[in-house]
């Protein structure tokens, strides 16, 4: 007699228990359906001017969701660190004038009522990913979840983060692959593990995003990325867009210009159709 056993370590996150898709809802926009959804604005917020043209940008060529840093987890602490909460009332004019939700990265526990005060989907960073506390602050939030791959993250430890979500509630999570650390970084920041894609689609019900400006670190490289993403079974896209990416305080050589998306979203619109998906023009 078969026994109805889960057998993966990560229960709740596991397919075996949980054959059909979750899907993540924020308002009226479903991600994990039929809809490729592209996500899309600045690494980080830097002032009134440049994230408002940054949302318009994006909201007039297809992004369903304006992204943008307000809390920078940044490698050295001599960098921009972001506005903190003046980059996310920054964040709450732009969704007031722009109609998309935002989705930001909260960095730390302390923050998660402050970041979801003002957020309609939490990133939780690449850094952060197994910050515990925090992964279980976001899920009593009841905001739905970014959660990013460590940049040295098994696929298991990363559907194990996950799972510290849903135990404690919360099955609104997103996984975003990001791009796991190289040993060549002479052409590329870090190696998108495009891979993960079909290998979590089969391993897990939670719906799946690709972040080609981090996974590659090249402006040029995001195009082909996202189109290879497409292909794979991503459900959507985390893509930097900049109004002047040579002036940007953050990821500038990763950021596509407005025209350079405007040209992606048209390339897309024809694509996603053959992959079984729909951009909306
Ligand atoms: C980001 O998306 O702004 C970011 C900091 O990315 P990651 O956590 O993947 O480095
Ligand atoms: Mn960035």
């Known amino acids: 007699m078969a026994v109805a056993t889960i057998n993966k370590a990560y229960r709740l996150a596991s397919r075996e228990g949980h054959p059909q898709d979750t899907v993540v809802r924020v308002g009226n926009l479903v991600i994990g359906g039929p809809q490729f959804v592209v996500m899309a604005g600045p690494c980080a917020v830097e002032s009134e001017d440049q994230l408002l043209a940054a949302a318009r940008a994006v909201a007039a060529r297809g992004a369903l969701v304006l992204r943008g840093g307000a809390f920078k987890p940044r490698t050295s602490p001599y960098d921009f660190q972001g506005l903190g909460e003046e980059g996310l009332r920054l964040l709450a004019e732009a969704r007031a004038l722009t109609g998309l ?3 930001t990265e909260v960095t730390d526990s302390e923050d998660v009522e402050l970041v979801a005060r003002y957020a309609d989907i939490l990133q939780i960073g690449s850094r952060n990913m197994s910050a515990f506390r925090l992964l279980q602050k976001a899920a009593h939030s009841g905001k739905p979840i970014l959660l990013k791959r460590g940049f040295q993250a098994s696929i298991k430890e990363w559907l194990l983060s996950a799972e510290y979500i849903l135990a404690h509630g919360n099955d609104q999570i997103i ?3 990001r791009g796991i650390r190289t040993h060549d970084c002479e052409f590329t920041r870090n190696t998108l593990d495009l891979a993960a894609v079909p290998v ?7 719906p799946v995003i690709v972040d080609p400006s981090h996974g590659t670190g090249r402006a040029d490289l995001v195009r082909p990325m996202c189109r290879a ?13 900049h109004p002047d990416p040579t002036q940007a305080l953050c990821d500038g050589q990763q950021s596509l210009s ?10 897309l619109m024809v694509l996603a159709p053959p992959a079984g998906r729909y951009v909306r023009g």
């Open 101 to 103: 939700p935002i989705i």
């Open 175 to 177: 996984l975003c692959e």
């Open 200 to 206: 979590l689609k089969r391993e897990t019900h939670l």
């Open 229 to 241: 993403a497409l292909a794979v079974g991503a459900d959507g896209l985390l893509i930097e867009v």
């Open 258 to 267: 407005p025209d350079g998306f405007a040209s992606l979203m048209s390339e």
